[in-house]
C-alpha cells in the first residue's frame, strides 16, 4: 500500500456563529484525482482551506507522507507542494497574467529590479509544458471568467505542485474548456501529483475521479472508489435522509393572477431581452451557473441598476421603477445574498433593523420615532418568525446566519411587500435552520405573496420551486414545471451557450 | 469586474493611457488659452516660475501616488513636509551639522514618519484615513514644538539655498537659469517611475491595490509592502521640505497643511484611482502641472486667489467624473 500523500484525521473549525466542520477526514494518494462532494455548507471548501493553509485547524491532524505538516499560512502550504485554485478567483486584474502568476516570486535583477522578459518567457514555457493557451502580457481584468480561471490554475501549477485543489473548476467552463481542463488534469495524474476536485457536478466525476469522499454538515460520510459511486449513492450520501423529508414541501397552488411582470429588460452585455411572470402565491426560481445575470436581473427588477430598455408591470400596470425606493413603494422588497452588507444593519438592534424598511410608518409629528410601535411590530414579527434572539435589544451581529435572514424577512414583511425576491436564501445557514426558511417561504408563498428565488444550490431550487427559470450568459434559456425539472435538465439548460459568431 | 480600459497587451502602455493623454491634452489647452489670455503668460520668467512653484507639490504627489496605487491615502504628506523642513532647519542652524547631514535629516524625518503611519495602518489596522490624519497632527504639533513656533533660518549656511534656487543647467548652458529644485523633481520622477514600474515595490504597490487578499494568499507580505510604501511616500515627504526649506531659505513650522489635498488632486488628475490598482508617474507630473498653470494663468489673468481655489476645486471634482464616466463604458 502507497503511503497517501495527505491524510487529514479529526479536522475541527468553528467560525462565529457556525461548527463548520465536526469531524473532517481526507486522504490522497500520489497520481489519484480525489472527488471531494457535499451539499453547499457541508464543509468541503472549509476542509481544503485549511489544507491550503488559509485557515487554521481548531483541532485534529494533517500528515504530508506520513509527517505531520504545520500549515500556518498559504505560503507554507505551497512551499510544500499544496496549491488551491479558488473558487472565487483570486487574480489581481490590473496586473499581467505573467504577473499574477509569479507575484511574489518574480524574477528579479540586482536584488530589487523586475526582470519581466525574463517572467513573461517563465510564462510562457509554463503554458507550453501544460497546453495552456494564454497570452502572458495580457491584463487579467481584460481576459474572461474562464480565461481567468486557467490563469489560476496556471499559477498553482507554476508552483512545485504535489498536491493541487479545485474549488469548482468547471463551475464556469464552456464544454471544450472543461475538456482541456480534463485533458490537463489527467496528465497531472500520470505524472504522480495527487488532485483534490471538488465539484457540484456530480455526472463529470465519472469522467475524471478515481475516488470519491463525501462530507455533510461538517463531518466526513464516506469515500468509495468510483466504479462503486453510483449517482444515486453519492447525493444519498450527500442529502442523507432530508431529501424524503422535504419532497412533501413542494407548496401547492401558484396559478393566481400575474403580481410581477417584466417585459424585454435589456442592460447592456449582462441581460437580453428577458421577460417572465410572477404570479400570487408562487415560488419561482432562477437558475444558472455564477455570472449567468440572476442577481443582476434582480437589482434590475428592483431598481437598484439603472436598464437599457423594458418594461415591468405590477399588477397589470406599467410602473415606474428606477429606484429601490420606487420598487418598496411597489411593494417589492429585496433580500441580498449578502446579507451583512445590503440586508441588515448590523449594528442595530433587532426590532430596528425588523422596521428598516417602512420606517415612515413609525414616525411622529416633527419626526420623532414611536417606539413603542416599533417595539409592538418587532415583538410580533419575532413571535411570528420565530426568531431566536434574547431580546429585541439585541444586536443584529450576534444572531446566527438563519435567524438574520429572519430578520430580513420580517423586515419585508413589516414593510407590506408583496413580491419577494430572494438571492441566495440559505447561503451560509446551518442546515436545521435552511429547513425553517424553506418552511416560511411556503408559507409566505401560500398567504399570497410572489416569490423569486435565485440559488446556486440544484436541490434547493428543486425543492423549492413551482417554475423554474433557467439562465444563462445573460439570456432565459428556458422555464421548466416543478414536476418535469431534473438537476441534468437545468444544468444543460444553464450551458446552453449561443454560438459565438 | 472592474471595466477596463481598451489598451491590450502592451505592458508598457500603462491601463490609464487614456486618461493620461486627455490630462495632458488638457495641459496643452490650458497653455494656450492662457497664452492668448494674456502676453506675459509664456514669458521665459514665467516659465520658470511654473516650474518653480510645481517643485513642491509635484514631489508631495510623486509620493502619494505610491499609497494611493495601494488604496490607501497619505493625509500627513503636507505637514510631515514641513516637519521634516523644521528637522533640517534644527540640525543646521541650531545644532551646527553640515547641510549634507542636515538634508539628511530632513529626508529620513519624513522617512520615519511615513514608516510610523505604515506601521499604524498594517499592523494595528487604522483605516489609513484616520491613521494619516493622526499623523498630519502629530506632526503640525512636533514641528511647532522642536522650532519653538517661529521659523528656524538658513541664513549662515548660504549653500542651503542652493539646493532649491542655484542652477546646475545655467552653469552648462549659459541663459538657461532653471533651478535646481525643477531639476531634482524630474529626477525624482524618474526614480519614482523606476521604483513604480521596474522594482518589486511598485509591483506589489498595484498588486495590493488591485486586490490585496489575492496578493496576502499568494503569499505576498502584504504588511511588509505596505509599510515600506508609506516609508516612501514619507521620504517624498521630506525631500519636499527639504526642497521648500531651501526655496524660502527657511523652515516655516506652520506651513504645511493644505499642501496634502493638492497633491492627492495632482495624482487624481493624472489617472490614479482613488480605488487602486491604476496610476502612473507621468499622469500624476501632468496633474501637478494642470494645477499650477492654472494657478498661475489665474494670477496673470488678475482673477482673485480666493476664486482661484474654488476653480482648483471644481477641475479636480470635473477629473474624478470624466474618469469615472470613462471606465462605465
Known sequence: MQQPLVLMEGIEKSFPGVQALRDGRFELRPGEVHALCGENGAGKSTLMKILAGIYPKDAGRILLQGKEASLPNPRAAMRQGISIVHQELNLMPHLTVAQNIFIGREPRRAGIFLDEPALNARAQALFERTNIRLDPRVRVGELTIARQQMVEIAKALSFNTRVLIMDEPTAALTETEIADLFALIRQLRAAGTGIVHISHRLEELQQIADRVTVMRDGQYVDTLPIREATLQRIITMMVGRTIFETRPELPEGGAGEPLLEARGISRGRQLHNLSFTLRRGEILGIAGLIGAGRTELARAVFGADSVDSGTILIHGKPAQIRSPNDAVRQGIGYLSEDRKHFGLALGLDVETNLALAAYGRFMGPLGTVRNGAIRSNGERHVRDLAIKTPNLAQRVRFLSGGNQQKVVIGKWLTADTEILIFDEPTRGIDVGAKAEIYKLMNELAQSGKGIIMISSELPEILRMSHRILVMCEGRITGELRSDEATQERIMALATQREAVI | ?329
Open chain 2, 1 to 329: 469586474m472592474k471595466a477596463l480600459t481598451s489598451s491590450r497587451g502592451l505592458t508598457f502602455l500603462p491601463a490609464n493611457a487614456i486618461q493620461q493623454v486627455l490630462a495632458f491634452g488638457a495641459l496643452i489647452g490650458l497653455v494656450i488659452v492662457f497664452s492668448l489670455a494674456s502676453p506675459n503668460f509664456l514669458q521665459f520668467n514665467n516659465m520658470v516660475g511654473i516650474l518653480l512653484s510645481t517643485a513642491v507639490n509635484g514631489v508631495l504627489a510623486l509620493g502619494v501616488t505610491f499609497v494611493i496605487i495601494t488604496g490607501g491615502i497619505d493625509l500627513s504628506i503636507g505637514t510631515v513636509m514641513s516637519f521634516a523642513a523644521v528637522m533640517a532647519g534644527v540640525s543646521i542652524t541650531y545644532w551646527g551639522l553640515p547641510v549634507a547631514v542636515g538634508v539628511l535629516v530632513g529626508l529620513l524625518a519624513g522617512g520615519l514618519a511615513g514608516c510610523v503611519n505604515g506601521l499604524v495602518i498594517a499592523k494595528l489596522r487604522i483605516p489609513p484615513f484616520i491613521a494619516t490624519l493622526g499623523m498630519l497632527n502629530v506632526a503640525k504639533g512636533l514641528a511647532l514644538v522642536i522650532s519653538g513656533l517661529k521659523p528656524v533660518y538658513f541664513n549662515d549656511t548660504p549653500s542651503f539655498n542652493q539646493i532649491a534656487m542655484g542652477s546646475v543647467l545655467g552653469a552648462v548652458i549659459s541663459g538657461f537659469e532653471i533651478p535646481n529644485a525643477v531639476l531634482l523633481l524630474f529626477v525624482a520622477a524618474i526614480v519614482a517611475s523606476l521604483i513604480l514600474n521596474r522594482t518589486v515595490l511598485g509591483r506589489y504597490t498595484f498588486a495590493i491595490g488591485s486586490n490585496e487578499e489575492a496578493a496576502r494568499l499568494s503569499g505576498v507580505d502584504v504588511d511588509r509592502w505596505k509599510i515600506a510604501v508609506y516609508t516612501l511616500t514619507g521620504l517624498f515627504s521630506g525631500l519636499a521640505g527639504v526642497l521648500i526649506a531651501s526655496r524660502l531659505n527657511s523652515a516655516q513650522p506652520a506651513l504645511g497643511q493644505g499642501y496634502e489635498l493638492d497633491a492627492i488632486a495632482a495624482a487624481v488628475i493624472g489617472g490614479t484611482s482613488l480605488s487602486g490598482g491604476e496610476g502612473s508617474i507621468v499622469g500624476t507630473i501632468i496633474g501637478a502641472f494642470i494645477i499650477s498653470v492654472l494657478t498661475n494663468g489665474l494670477r496673470i489673468m488678475s482673477v482673485p486667489q480666493e476664486w482661484q481655489t474654488v476653480i482648483t476645486g471644481v477641475i479636480v471634482v470635473v477629473a474624478v467624473y470624466l474618469d469615472l464616466v470613462r471606465r462605465r463604458k
